[in-house]
C-alpha cells in the first residue's frame, strides 16, 4: 500500500513567485494534515481537512498560504507570493476519520527553499 | 493538546534496552498518548499508542502509569537506525481527526 505521497521533493525558487506544493493522502483516509517544520520553531499545524473541508486553518501564517483539498485523492498548499521566511519542510499526513486513537502518517515532505 | 514534558536528549548503547520517559500530569481521563518518531531527513512516523494498559508492537512497548501522568516509550534492543527525535503526544482528539501538536521530543543518540 503506497503512503503519503508529496511532490515535488525539493523546490528552489526565488522570493515573489508562487509555490505550490501537492500531496495524495492514503486511499481511505478522510483526514488530510499539512505542517510546517523549521529549526526555529519545529514541527506545526497548518490546516487540516475532513473529508475535504477545511477544519482548522488557524495554524496559517498568512494570507499568502492557502489550502485547498479538490477530491479526496489530492490538496495543494499555495504560497503567492514566497518570502524567503516561508523556506522550511512542509509535510502532508492523513488519517482514517474520526476514530480514537488513530495514527497519522506522514509523507517525507517538501524542503522548500526561497532565496 | 494537553502538554507533555521530555528530556530534552538521551544517550544508549547499541542492543541495549531504551527507556523514554514523558510526563503528562494534565492528562485527561479520555487523552490518548501517542509516540511517534522522526529519524533524519525523513516525516515523523508513527511508533505506538494506548489508554489505559501497557501496549506492545513490532516496533516497541508503552507502559503507562497507574495514574496515568506519565509514561515510557520501551525500545527492547537499539540499533542504530533507532537514532531519532521521539515526540510523547496527547492528542486532542484520540489522533486521528485533529492536528497533533509537537513539542522538541527526545533526541536519542545511540552509540555503537
Known amino acids: 500500500d503506497a503512503g503519503v505521497i508529496q511532490s515535488p521533493r525539493h523546490e528552489v525558487t526565488e522570493m515573489g513567485q508562487e509555490v505550490t506544493l501537492r500531496c495524495k493522502p492514503i486511499?481511505?483516509?478522510?483526514?488530510l494534515f499539512w505542517y510546517r517544520q523549521t529549526m526555529m520553531r519545529g514541527l506545526e499545524l497548518l490546516i487540516y481537512?475532513?473529508?475535504?473541508?477545511?477544519?482548522?486553518d488557524s495554524g496559517m501564517p498568512e494570507d499568502r498560504f492557502s489550502a485547498k483539498m479538490p477530491n479526496a485523492s489530492f490538496s495543494t498548499l499555495k504560497i503567492q507570493p514566497s518570502e524567503p521566511r516561508d523556506s522550511a519542510v512542509y509535510f502532508c499526513?492523513?488519517?482514517?476519520?474520526?476514530?480514537?486513537?488513530?495514527?497519522?502518517?506522514f509523507g517525507d515532505g517538501t524542503r522548500l527553499s526561497i532565496l | 493538546d494537553a502538554k507533555t514534558t521530555q528530556p530534552n536528549s538521551m544517550e544508549s548503547n547499541e542492543e541495549e534496552p531504551v527507556h523514554l520517559p514523558c510526563n503528562h500530569s494534565?492528562?485527561?481521563?479520555?487523552?490518548?498518548i501517542h509516540w511517534y518518531r522522526q529519524l533524519p531527513s525523513q516525516g515523523p512516523e508513527y511508533v505506538i499508542h494506548?489508554?489505559?494498559s501497557n501496549v506492545n508492537n513490532r516496533m516497541a512497548s508503552l507502559a503507562i502509569a497507574e495514574d496515568r501522568k506519565s509514561s515510557t516509550l520501551i525500545l527492547h534492543r537499539a540499533t542504530l537506525r533507532d537514532a531519532a527525535v521521539y515526540y510523547c503526544?496527547?492528542?486532542?482528539?484520540?489522533?486521528?481527526?485533529?492536528?497533533?501538536?509537537f513539542g522538541k521530543g527526545t533526541h536519542l543518540i545511540i552509540q555503537p
Open positions: 503526544i496527547l492528542p486532542f482528539s484520540g489522533g486521528g481527526a485533529d492536528g497533533l501538536t
Open positions: 486511499s481511505g483516509h478522510n483526514s
Open positions: 494506548g489508554l489505559t
Open positions: 481537512f475532513n473529508n475535504n473541508v477545511p477544519i482548522d
Open positions: 499526513a492523513s488519517s482514517p476519520d474520526g476514530q480514537e486513537g488513530q495514527p497519522q502518517h
Open positions: 494534565t492528562i485527561s481521563g479520555t487523552d490518548y
